[in-house]
């Protein structure tokens, strides 16, 4: 496992919790109260724990150990010496993530993820469809605390997540997800935690002396040099920032993969060096999920997203297309 994994698995781990806000936002006024304080813990509280993590993909899992600090929006995440992300360390403030990898000595510097998280809560908030369905009872007992046990489903009955709350606080100490067949697909739960903990204003800064700094910009940069790609991107004062970039084959045919993201929503931008067919396109735009695509000189662009349709227009123009 390379150390480029982690960021895979924990920006997995998150999508995965994104179920659970879009599933919040849809409830409305009508949501539970313990639900309402779990969304509001997740901006104010502080403390501190240690929490185990476990990510499945298919037949395989990762299970891993995560030293947790939290100070409302602030949050850092240490990798105990031990294990595949041994030593990495992520810090996340209002205005952006950093993601350190020892055995490369170099910081990834990406977007926040709680804004998208929370402007997600919010668009889908004001939209209709089906609502999902909440179960509380009581829980058992973690860390001492007797906790409420959520279950979070769909109106058909199939069951998403799951979660134990401390009631007082609003804190989630242990959640569970699933998959379709039931089978739990990631899940998270404290060992340990303070809730009176002593911070030092380092702890939310993340610099290491000697450190590659590295953001999406500059792979964006390598990836248009070595590749041949046109140079077409959202200018860095947009308000969609860059997230991630690579090269993905969609099919036969190897693509230029541009993601971005801001509190209203992600999108994402394929550029393909030759033409495609339109037909072909439209499997992209699913549900929520809307797209445009526009040709030029001999490339074919697609962007695809869930800003609604007028957005997303704007956002192509943004982009020539």
């Known amino acids: 496992m390379t150390a480029m994994v982690p960021a895979r698995l924990w920006g997995s781990f ?45 037949p395989d899992q990762q299970r891993h150990v995560e030293i947790v600090k939290k100070a409302g929006p602030k949050t850092r995440i240490e990798f105990p010496e031990e294990g595949s992300f041994r030593g990495q360390i992520i810090v996340e403030t209002e205005n952006e993530r950093r993601h350190y990898f020892p055995e490369k000595n170099q ?11 929370n402007g997600r809560w919010l ?18 007992v973690i860390l001492g605390v007797p906790t409420k046990q959520v279950e979070v489903g769909a109106e058909n009955g ?31 739960e404290f060992t340990k935690l303070d809730y009176s903990p002593d911070f030092s204003r380092s702890d939310f800064v993340l610099n290491v002396s000697g450190a590659k700094i590295v953001t999406p910009r500059d792979r964006l940069g390598e990836l248009l040099q070595k590749e041949g790609y046109l140079n077409v991107s959202l200018s860095p ?19 230029l993969v541009q993601d971005y993201v801001n509190k209203d929503g992600r999108v994402t931008l394929f550029q393909f060096r ?21 040709q030029r000189n001999g490339s074919t662009f697609v962007l695809l997203g869930t800003p609604n349709e007028s957005k997303l227009q704007e956002i192509a123009q943004r982009l020539g297309g």
């Open 123 to 140: 668009k889908m908030g004001r939209r209709g469809g089906p609502k999902p369905t909440f179960k509380i009872a009581n829980g058992s």
């Open 107 to 117: 910081i990834e510097v990406l977007p926040p993820r709680r804004d998208e998280l």
């Open 158 to 188: 199939f069951v998403f997540q799951r979660m134990w709350v401390d009631p007082r606080t609003g804190l989630v100490l242990k959640r569970e997800m699933y998959g379709r067949d039931g089978t739990i697909q990631a899940s998270s």
């Open 274 to 294: 030759a033409d495609v067919d339109q037909n072909r396109l439209r499997k992209f735009g699913r549900g929520e999920v809307r797209t445009i695509s526009w």
């Open 14 to 58: 998150l999508g995965l919790f994104l179920c659970f806000g879009v599933a919040v936002a849809q409830g409305g006024d009508d949501l539970p109260d313990l639900i309402k304080k779990v969304v509001d813990a997740s901006g104010r509280l502080r403390y501190s724990g240690t929490r185990v993590v476990l990510l499945k993909f298919g």
């Open 237 to 255: 004062k947009d308000p969609f920032k860059l997230e991630s970039c690579r090269i993905q084959r969609i099919g036969n045919v190897p693509a």
